[in-house]
């Protein structure tokens, strides 16, 4: 099997690239099995997937990775972790995100998204509360 570390990166590259500004340009990436947790919702198949990520509230954004963690798993797949932030165009503050990918290879030695769960977490910057009430 390739080296996980530099497949994982590499696809990373490959997939916020298009995430960035051509989400539509990912649905090669999924299959009818694939399955997507979109905080908390699950979203299975690839039209199904696309139509998801092509109907967020932003058409550009830019992605900041802050960490990835990859590990082989024991199916022969590749399991990454990515936490990191989101600044959708025209906006001033960051959603923060974590999304988790597991990829298994395909035949002609590429690789597919069996799994995602992506998760945002919006900052606010105003927070109210009372301790020891």
Do not use: W
């Not at 997937?49 to 900041?64: E, R, S």
């Not at 960051?94 to 945002?120: G, W």
Request: net charge negative; proline share 5%; aromatic share 10%.
């Amino acid at each position: 099997m390739a080296d996980p570390e530099a497949v994982g990166r590499a696809f990373l590259d490959y997939f916020y690239g298009l995430f960035s500004t051509n989400r539509a340009g990912l649905a090669s990436l999924y299959q009818e099995s694939s399955l997507l947790t979109f905080e908390g919702n699950k979203i299975q198949g690839q039209q199904a997937i696309i139509q998801k990520l092509t109907n967020m509230p932003f058409q550009n954004v830019a992605v900041q990775r802050d960490t990835v963690d990859v590990q082989p798993s024991i199916s022969g797949g590749i399991l990454i972790f990515v936490t990191g932030k989101l600044m959708p165009e025209g906006e001033s503050i960051p959603l923060k995100f974590s999304q988790a990918f597991h990829l298994m290879p395909t035949p002609t030695s590429s690789f597919v998204v069996t799994n995602e769960i992506l998760d945002k977490i919006a900052l606010h910057l105003h927070c109210t509360a009372s301790v020891g009430d």
